[in-house]
């Protein structure tokens, strides 16, 4: 004789059930997740002046730019004299 498919001892419905129960524990997980963002969203600007933001590094004051020209058109010269 064949059993009922949903029979309270069957197989597919104990998958059924651990199916719900799962996809439950999921529901009320991500449920539970939202709620604390959300309340972290509330709290966490009111705490912010505990760990105040770093100040901005002041920028460096560039080199001043030179024309090498000159070092490279003495540095040429002396390379030719001594090539003869």
């Known amino acids: 004789m064949l059993t009922p498919v949903l029979a309270a001892d ?4 104990q998958g059924f059930i651990l199916m719900l129960a799962g996809m439950g524990a ?3 997980f991500l449920t539970i997740l939202i709620l ?22 002041k920028p460096k004051a560039a080199a001043p ?11 040429i010269a002396a390379a030719s004299r001594l090539r003869g």
């Open 10 to 13: 069957s197989v597919i419905f």
């Open 26 to 28: 999921v529901y009320i």
């Open 36 to 57: 604390a963002m959300k309340g972290a969203a509330l709290v966490v600007p009111k705490l912010a002046f505990l760990l105040p933001d770093p100040e901005p590094a």
């Open 65 to 75: 730019k030179t024309d090498d020209g000159a070092a490279v058109a003495l540095a």
